[in-house]
Structure formats: C-alpha cells, structure tokens
T-cell receptor
Framework: QKEVEQNSGPLSVPEGAIASLNCTYS??????FFWYRQYSGKSPELIMS????GDKEDGRFTAQLNKASQYVSLLIRDSQPSDSATYLC????????????FGSGTRLSIRP | EAGVTQSPTHLIKTRGQQATLRCSPI?????VYWYQQALGLGLQFLLW???????NRGNFPPRFSGRQFPNYSSELNVNALELEDSALYLC???????????FGPGTRLTVL
C-alpha cells in the first residue's frame, strides 16, 4: 500500500513567520508532487506542483523536493491569517499515471 | 475560464436508496477523477475516467460506479446507500492523465 504521510497538526505559527509543512511518501518511483490548500468546508485548491529535486518558488510559497529521501515540503513565508487552512500533500504513483495519493493533511493555524 | 462544476451541492438520501452525482470538467479537459472525503478523513480515490473509458478505480465496492459522456462530463452513481457513504464527493479534472488535477466544489451527500 503506497502511502503519503503528513503530521496532522495543528501547526500554530505567528503572523509574519515562516510556516514549514512536511510530507514523506513511500513510492520510490513517484515523479510528480503537489500541494493543495483546503479551507474548512471547501474543496482543495492546487497551490504548487514540483517534479524535480530542489526548490520551486511561487510568491510566498516554496516547495522543496528530495527524491532520495522521499521527502517533500512546503514553506510559506510571511504567513497571513488567510493561510490558516489544511494543507494536503499529494503524490502521483510512479507505476500509474492516473492515481494521485493524498496525505491526510496538516492543519495550519496562523495566530495574529 | 469556468472551473469544474458539480451538482447538486447537497444531497440527502435514506439508506438503501441510490444517489447520482454529476461533474462537468474544465473546458478542454478529458480526464475526470472522483474522490470521497469523509468527515475528518483524507481524500480517497474512487474512479478515473478518460476519453469515455474507466481507467482506474480505488478500493471501493462495485455499488460505486460511474460513466463519462462524450462531452467529458461525468456521473457518479452510488447504489444501496449505507450510512457510512455520507461524505463530501469531489470531482477533479485534468488535461490529461499526466497533468495537474483541479477540483470542483463538491457534493455533500448525507445518508439518513
């Protein structure tokens, strides 16, 4: 059973600080990795995709991928109260182009 | 550009009944994915349709079924509803199996 593991949180971060969200996955041949944000009662919203080792930056968000360690992370700089949400790590199975496995999510709370 | 749409927003059924949920993908997208998100739980992959064919299904019983129409819209049918089928059902679309998935707003199914 291929798995994607996340700390469920809640992770509490002061406004303006950096929030660091982590994810590990079990499928060694996975090539595509995603971060989704889900507000309570809403559907997931794609915020970052990463396919190569290293960092990928988009505004206040940076995704980091280390395939050797099977580890992907999301950094949120200058955290805002509107960043309070559940963040889902998602990994596309290496053996199946179609199936994306989602982690159970990390709840992030930004305190003023 | 319109996003993924789903109908109905809410659906209330009684145990043993059948439910039909509908999804229209983003224009130009041919892949449609269905997920179940039970309260407090992660996203569970249900079904994947591409070019009118079922390509993959998750670990769900056969009473969960669906289809994709020539215009790429999709329908999820759940027969013989059970109380534990109560969940948010999310549809996502992608330009192809290798592309990012974008979610619709979901259908909240309640089984009484």
């Amino acid at each position: 059973q291929k798995e994607v593991e996340q700390n469920s949180g809640p992770l509490s971060v002061p406004e303006g600080a950096i929030a660091s969200l982590n994810c590990t996955y079990s499928d060694r041949v996975s090539q595509s990795f995603f971060w989704y944000r889900q507000y309570s009662g809403k559907s997931p919203e794609l915020i970052m995709s990463i396919y190569s080792n290293g960092d990928k930056e988009d505004g206040r968000f940076t995704a980091q991928l280390n395939k050797a360690s099977q580890y992907v992370s999301l950094l949120i700089r200058d955290s805002q109260p509107s960043d309070s949400a559940t963040y889902l790590c998602a990994v596309r199975e290496g053996s199946s182009a179609s199936k994306i496995i989602f982690g159970s999510g990390t709840r992030l709370s930004i305190r003023p | 550009e319109a996003g993924v749409t789903q109908s109905p927003t809410h659906l209330i059924k009684t145990r043993g009944q059948q439910a039909t949920l509908r999804c229209s993908p983003i224009s130009g997208h041919t892949s449609v994915y269905w997920y179940q998100q039970a309260l407090g739980l992660g996203l569970q992959f249900l079904l994947w349709y591409d070019e009118g064919e079922e390509r993959n299904r998750g670990n769900f019983p056969p009473r969960f079924s669906g289809r994709q129409f020539p215009n790429y819209s999709s329908e999820l049918n759940v027969n013989a509803l059970e109380l534990e089928d109560s969940a948010l059902y999310l549809c996502a679309s992608a330009g192809s199996a290798y592309n990012e998935q974008f979610f619709g707003p979901g259908t909240r199914l309640t089984v009484l």
